[in-house]
């Protein structure tokens, strides 16, 4: 693989051979620096641990490994079999990601006398800040614990050690493909919180795990309301290093897209009500050149313009607007599934990869049947910012998604085994309380 010097295995030995190319590289004042990867069950290996003084001894700060803490190794839970935080007692996983307090991995490492950062290892955002850290710290080597879910976006999969190293049978392939296909994401609109107070409402979405944070921009002339622009973007970008999802609600904005992608933005869409094909190939490509996702937004009574489709392939997001834009709280207008359906095909014909947003009116209550339209993106307001408990609106919104997508899973199932393929699909869900949900889900929906 291209980068990659050297595959250790799991007996320890990759990361003192990382060890020995940073020190050569710092004998030689190479500007060099070195990543390397270790499991949690290869720490069991005491090599790693003498590696670990090694690297201490002599200030490798130009070297940062990564350890992929997912409580599993090769036979079972590592807690069990050797634990590097606190010993497992049961086979109820989920204990050791409840209690934080119980993560004793990195003061292990601290001992050791190397500076340690703990982040979620899916998201991508701690892993870009984590790295940038690391390369600024001097004197010491870092290691980035990633604390990660086996098997994650595979729910039969997810937290069991009898999914390592084993492929799944066939039959089941199909479903996997589909769940993997079938992940989504939930980021609360701010305009909906304390529009005095921003900064908060931010704070508010990273306590409550957002995906993302969704920025309404409205500039007062295409939308009558106005709430802020690129300043204020720049100013809230510090607080967090959750991806910002610009929503431009603006006039022209081939004129000013190129200061929100200076401000901090991560994904920025425009209208295609106020684009045309060469403006949006300009804002296309001045995105792509600054390394920001590009999005595209219809209103209700908009269709998909014919000059978007040579774009289609191109897109990452398409926000299909549920509501009037330029005031939050509005219901979300039921004609909205109808024009899904018709939209879905064109997407499919002109090799749309990106996600579809939900965005306007999106509620507990209808976000599992936005789910079955295609959205895969959800911007929540008053339902999610305008809660009191922001995370656990988070979470309900989680729980209704995941429950339409289990069915949509089921379903699936059925048509291409009937019951039986049902009930083989059901039982592989053996970790927690999974199987129980599932089956429920299933019976009532006669597919059992």
């Known amino acids: 693989c291209s980068g990659v010097e050297f595959c250790g295995g799991s007996l320890g030995t990759g990361l003192s051979y990382s060890i020995g ?32 003084m090694t690297a201490s001894k002599y200030k490798l700060d130009n070297l940062t490994a990564f350890l992929d803490r997912n409580f599993i190794q090769q036979d079972s839970y590592t807690e069990q079999v050797m634990p590097l935080d606190e010993e497992l007692v049961g086979d109820d996983i989920s204990e050791m990601w409840k209690d934080a307090s119980r993560w004793k991995t990195g003061d292990k490492w601290r001992s050791f006398g190397w500076n340690v950062l703990e982040i979620d290892g899916h998201r991508i955002e701690q892993i870009s800040s984590a790295i940038a850290k690391a390369n600024a710290t001097k004197g010491v080597p870092t290691i980035i614990i990633c604390r990660t879910i086996k098997g994650n976006a595979v729910e ?21 493909n589909l769940e993997l296909n079938s992940q989504f994401m939930i980021a609360p609109s701010i305009i909906a919180g304390d529009m005095t107070n921003l900064e908060n409402e931010v704070k508010r979405c990273v306590n409550g795990r957002s995906d993302y944070i969704h920025l309404d921009v409205m500039d007062g002339q295409f939308v009558p309301a106005k709430t802020f622009d690129h300043n204020k973007i720049k100013d809230l970008r510090s607080i967090t290093s959750i991806p910002f999802d610009s ?5 022209e904005p081939v004129k000013h897209v190129r200061d929100y992608a200076e401000a901090g933005s991560d994904i920025i869409t425009v209208h295609a009500e106020v684009c045309d094909e060469s403006s949006f190939g300009e804002i296309h490509d001045l995105l792509k050149q600054n390394q920001v996702s590009v999005g595209l937004a219809i209103n209700p009574e908009t269709d998909l313009p014919e000059w978007s489709y040579q774009f289609l392939s191109k897109l990452d997001q398409l926000i299909v607007m549920s509501v009037v834009p330029g005031k939050s709280g509005q219901k979300y207008i039921p004609e909205t599934h109808e024009k899904m359906s018709k939209l879905n095909p064109i997407l499919k014909e002109h090799n749309f990869m990106g996600y579809i947003e939900a965005d306007g009116g999106v509620t507990l209550e209808n976000v599992g049947s936005c789910f079955g339209d295609g959205a895969r993106a ?23 998604i995941l429950k339409k997508r289990r069915k949509i899973l089921l379903e699936n199932a059925h048509q291409l085994g009937g ?30």
């Open 21 to 52: 190319v940073a020190l050569a590289a710092k004998i030689d004042n190479k500007d060099h620096h070195v990543y390397t990867i270790i499991g949690d069950g290869e720490s069991d290996e005491g090599q790693i641990w003498e590696a670990a």
């Open 247 to 251: 929503h431009l609600m603006i006039s």
């Open 156 to 176: 039969h999969m997810e937290d069991n050690p009898e999914w390592h190293g084993k492929a799944p049978d066939l039959d089941i392939v199909p479903l996997i």
């Open 419 to 448: 019951s039986d393929l049902v009930n083989k699909w059901i039982g592989l869900h053996v970790v927690g309380k999974k199987k129980e949900k599932i089956t429920k889900i299933a019976k009532e929906a006669n597919l059992i």
């Open 378 to 400: 959800f911007v929540g307001g008053s339902s999610l910012i305008g809660q009191i408990n922001v995370r656990e609106a988070i979470r309900e919104f989680r729980h209704q």
